[in-house]
């Protein structure tokens, strides 16, 4: 494949000259400072439901978007046509939109190499055939039917694409990225007695179809999504009350991810709306708590060379022995806050305004064995997989559904439980971290994190930790329970 930069110039003959036009007529109404970025992206996505391919699609999208910043204020335009007049009159509507009296001129502009590559691929996913990714979504659709006679439907899902970027600033600096993303889902629904449960899995990261072998093979996501389902037909319903919880580690770092990432983000806090506003510095976690976003893990879903503004991407300590070390940033925030960048301007496509979004967010492990965590509790909820759940950012007030849930009666791991929900607020959630294990665990690759309209490509994560008591909302009468 050939290289991001030499891609625009050859299939759409971009040379740095018309760059600096292209930005010079987007610094012609004023601003502190411009930049364009280029998309070319190739995608691929298969549906499989009941055993038949109910979709299975091949598409190439390309644009261009042009940004003007003016102090605290953005003009941006775009355009899905890369013809020279189009490109011109998109900067020239940015620039009146984000007019103002600074002057700047652009800078001769250079090629910057990015300072890593987190995800060599030799061949891309889009390169395949698409008969080898039907086969792929197959296989797992076999699978999960043969696991258990009371799997009585599965869906499977595929997606992948191949992202190339060009990103040139009117600071002089030109970047350009090739991206490659891919993942596969299962979901599987058990029935028994009218009882009908749900279980999904899956996987992926910015890797090449060679990934889906053992542990990441098709079958193993089936199973484990059938796992999921034939296992919660015989779940009793959740207790409620406030207890002990045991985090499980891997996907449960969502609810770090929810209910302290999004409020770390600097877009919140340089308007002063965040929990976290104005608090480096101070405590806001236990002193075993140390959380980090990461946008440099290999091949992770959630990492990066470089972010859409065309920084380098970093390991940045948000939260160090429970002191709030500094927030998440992009161009303009890091500006009006006077800070440096983090490598952590994201946006879902040309078509959208860069902001500051997670990459890989976890917390480093801790030095506690898991199996002593659990032996600790005497009464308390043992969570390992979340459904939906919402939290407001102003407040760190959150509620999330455990979608694979146990109960912890007197150091030992009993009975799966259903309808679980556990109510809290980043802020004070942290500050109850009584353990954290020595096992930090990554999520499988699928997640997507929505924020404003956009969606970006995340990763997760946390070791087992205990939390000495939150509230846990259940469905079973107290008087019906042995668990009070």
């Known amino acids: 494949m050939p290289q991001a930069d030499q891609f625009f110039r050859e299939t759409y003959s971009i040379t740095p000259g018309d760059l600096e036009k292209y930005l010079a007529a987007a610094l012609s109404e004023g601003g502190d400072y411009a930049d364009l970025y280029f998309e070319h992206t190739t995608a691929s996505s298969i549906a499989v439901d009941e055993s038949l391919v109910k979709s299975a699609t091949e598409g190439i999208t390309v644009g261009c978007g042009v940004r003007v910043l003016a102090g605290e204020q953005t003009g ?82 595929y997606a992948d694409q191949v992202r190339h970027v060009l990103i040139a600033g009117s600071d002089g600096r030109s970047v350009t990225d090739f991206q490659p993303l891919v993942r596969m889902s299962v979901f599987a629904i058990a029935r028994q007695n009218g009882n009908a449960q749900s279980g999904s899995y899956g996987g992926g990261g910015r890797v090449g179809l060679e990934f889906f072998q053992g542990e990441n093979a098709p079958e193993a996501y089936a199973r484990e999504a059938a796992r999921q389902a034939v296992g919660q037909l015989d779940a009793r319903e959740a207790p409620a009350g406030e207890m002990e919880v045991v985090l499980a580690p891997g996907w449960p770092g969502i609810l770090l991810h929810e209910a302290i990432g999004h409020g770390l983000e600097a877009d919140f806090n340089r308007k002063g709306i965040s929990a976290f506003s104005g608090r480096i510095g101070q405590r806001v976690a236990s002193d075993l708590c140390t959380v980090v976003d990461d946008g440099t893990v290999p091949s992770r879903r959630g990492s990066l060379n470089v972010d859409d503004e065309g920084a380098p991407t970093h390991k940045t300590v948000l939260i160090e022995n429970g002191i709030l070390c500094g927030y998440i940033q992009d161009k303009l925030s890091a500006g009006v ?46 969570a390992v997989y979340f459904g939906g759940g919402q939290v407001d950012i102003t407040s760190g007030k959150f509620v999330f559904s455990a979608s ?75 008087a019906a329970s042995s668990f009070t």
Do not use: F, W
Request: with cysteine; hydrophobic share 35%; charged share 25%.
């Open 337 to 382: 806050m006077k800070t440096s960048l983090t490598g952590n301007g994201r946006r879902e496509s040309y078509e959208h305004i860069p902001m500051p979004r997670m990459t890989n967010t976890y917390m480093l492990a801790g030095r506690d064995d898991p199996q002593e965590i659990i032996r600790s509790v005497k009464r308390g909820l043992y």
């Open 76 to 157: 941006y335009a775009y355009t899905d046509d890369l013809e020279p007049a189009k490109i011109s009159k998109v900067a020239r509507i940015a620039a009146r939109i984000a007019s103002g009296p600074a002057r700047v001129s652009t800078a001769g502009l250079s090629t910057v190499e990015a300072a890593h590559n987190v995800y060599p691929v030799a061949l891309p996913p889009t390169g395949r055939d698409l008969t080898e990714k039907l086969t792929l979504t197959r296989r797992a659709d076999l699978a999960a039917r043969a696991y258990d006679k009371r799997i009585q439907q599965v869906r499977v899902g």
């Open 404 to 478: 694979e849930a146990y109960l912890i009666e007197n150091g030992k791991i009993t009975a799966p439980v259903k309808g679980a929900t556990l109510i809290g607020d980043g802020p004070t959630v942290l500050t109850r971290v009584t353990a954290v294990g020595n096992d930090l665990g990554l999520d499988p690759g699928i997640g997507t994190c929505g924020k404003d309209g956009q969606s970006v490509p995340v990763g997760v994560g946390i070791p087992t930790i205990k939390v000495s008591h939150l509230t846990v909302g259940g469905t079973a009468p107290r």
